[in-house]
């Protein structure tokens, strides 16, 4: 398969798996592109990140069932934001708290994400809840620490 036909069997998985977005350069395919590539756009791929991409769109393709949808759900994804907004108020930082929890995200779950598209496409359940529990315990270890600088703890 050449690469003309290889990025017109992306579309189609992505299509397939509800990543694709007629027109919109930012829809969710191109942001799964992004996370496996760091290529913000399919012409970009070569041959072997082409492959990759198709690999990852057949598992996850094959994955998907109508009975069983394993996806992170809206409750998560609002607690992540509602922890990262406690994490920015203990911990303030020039960056935006969506770009912070990219950051988190890729170093905590290995993921790498564009703030510029929905970071959570394609993340399962458990992510989510590993997310969650890796965001409290940032918080918590933020709070220790302004408790020991506030002198609060007492030893």
């Keep these: 398969m050449d690469i003309k036909q290889k990025r017109r069997y992306i579309y189609s998985l992505g299509r397939k ?58 409750a998560q994804i609002s607690k992540i934001f509602g922890l990262m907004y406690e994490f920015a108020k203990l911990s303030p930082s020039a960056v935006t708290v969506k770009e912070r929890l990219c950051g988190i995200i890729k170093k905590e779950l290995g993921i790498t994400v564009n703030p510029k598209y929905d970071i959570f496409k394609g993340f399962s359940e458990r992510q989510g809840a590993e997310l969650i529990d890796t965001i409290k315990r940032y918080v918590r270890a933020e709070k220790r620490r302004k408790e020991r600088t506030d002198g609060k703890i007492k030893t």
């Design 17 to 74: 798996c509800g990543l694709v977005d007629d027109g919109n350069k930012s829809d969710d395919l191109h942001g799964f592109v992004y996370q496996l590539t760091l290529k913000e756009s399919i012409s970009e791929l070569n041959d072997e990140q082409a492959d990759i991409v198709i690999k990852q769109l057949q598992a996850n393709l094959r994955a998907i069932t109508p009975e069983v949808k394993a996806y992170i759900s809206n």
